[in-house]
């Protein structure tokens, strides 16, 4: 019990420096992400922070899954490294006796990996579209921010806009330009505003300012000076209940969905989990290092063992999207040869007669040293 409580609390060490280090990079390349949405006009400045957690949010059972990984992986290594294993296996004690450790240390964040994929995952996806959404179905002029040229939602004009007055309803020294079947016009103003029509069409009011029409230098040229000057804005539902993608939808509603779609979904959001426990189980016999070589091999082969694995359920996971495999057919078999992998990494670790058994290993190694300082007396 003495053992197993050290060894969660290693464990647990290690878990909170490598989520640190791992939440970390994934918050700071989320919010290089999202501030460049901002500063290009494709989301709100207001709602930056909100959209960062959000989609910190869904980084976190991949953050979870690896950092399980990585922990356990890490403290076996260790154990390896400071020749605490061979006084394990000397005192008569298997390698399966870790199982129960690392399993009371591993199920609470394959728990936590289960609700982030299965309910707070789908929840922050639909919170961030609500919010994407939302900043999309304002006006043009209301989505421009000020010193930067936006283009419209018809693709046809072109804004931008020195300076905003009041809550956003009037903006000044507007530039727009207009390309349609008439060629292409330049109009400047003072200042501009949004009005509604008795039929509920929506006009651009410009005030104070002057139109350009045609190529500067032909016959066809035109320019006028106004006082007011409306241009029809294309009407845009304000209806905020858009059409979620399938990484929004709950849990519970893509059990009532037979669409590939959204087995594909539920697929992944099982994989999670699923993942989770099997890389805990399988960085055991994974965890072997020689004590005189360094331990950065077990963490690259352990990157390289997660990725491939989390590929291997994308291509699971577009197999079924496409509809060339069934969902029940697909969702078990690969988590089922990953167990099996782990059970032989198991049996082979425990096989003391292999000779590239940890044990068979240390003691070549022993006697490569006695040869070598049996040579220099000599």
């Not at 996806?125 to 900043?135: A, G, P, T």
């Not at 006006?139 to 018809?154: H, M, R």
């Not at 331990?295 to 491939?308: E, V, W």
């Amino acid at each position: 019990m003495i053992f197993q409580r050290a060894l969660r609390r290693e464990m647990a060490s290690a878990a909170g420096a490598t989520f640190t280090v791992l939440f970390s990079v994934s918050v700071t390349w989320t919010l290089i992400g999202v501030l460049g949405k901002a500063a290009g006009g494709k989301v709100a400045s207001s709602d930056v922070i909100a959209l960062i957690a959000f989609a910190a949010l869904n980084y976190l059972p991949t953050i979870v899954i690896l950092t399980s990984f990585i922990s356990v992986l890490m403290v076996v290594t260790r154990t390896y490294r400071d020749s605490e294993m061979v006084v394990w296996f000397a005192s008569g004690l298997s390698l399966t006796r870790w199982i129960k450790p690392v399993l009371s240390f591993g199920l609470p964040l394959v728990l936590v990996t289960a609700g982030l994929s299965f309910v707070a995952t789908p929840w922050a996806q639909l919170k961030s579209s609500e919010y994407v959404d939302r900043f999309e179905k304002r006006e043009d002029l209301q989505k421009v921010s000020p010193g930067q040229f936006k283009e419209s939602a018809s693709a046809n004009r072109i804004f931008f806009v020195e300076g905003v007055a009041g809550e956003k309803a009037v903006v000044q020294n507007v530039f727009v330009n207009t390309v349609d079947e008439h060629g292409t016009a330049v109009v400047v103003a003072r200042e501009g505003v949004i009005n509604i029509g008795p039929k509920g069409e929506r006009y651009l009011v410009l005030k104070n300012g002057r139109r350009y029409q045609g190529t500067p230098g032909q016959s066809d040229f035109q320019t006028m000076e106004f006082e007011s000057y409306s241009m029809r804005v294309t009407p845009r539902s304000q209806d905020l209940d858009a059409e979620r993608n399938i990484n929004a939808v709950p849990t519970m509603e893509l059990l009532a969905d037979n669409s590939n779609l959204a087995r594909a979904e539920l697929l992944w959001r099982i994989a999670s989990p699923a993942t989770c426990l099997i890389l805990i189980l399988l960085a055991i016999p994974l965890g072997f290092v020689n004590p005189r070589a360094g331990s950065s091999a077990n963490l690259i082969i352990a990157l390289l063992i997660f990725f491939s694995y989390s590929n291997l359920v994308k291509l699971v996971e577009a197999s079924v999207k496409q509809g060339k495999a069934s969902f029940v057919m697909s969702w078990w078999p690969l988590h089922l040869i990953a167990l099996l992998l782990v059970v032989i990494l198991f049996a082979w670790r425990l096989n003391l007669n292999h000779r590239y058994h940890p044990l068979a290993l240390l003691s070549a190694l022993k006697r490569h040293r006695a040869a070598d300082k049996k040579a220099e007396l000599q």
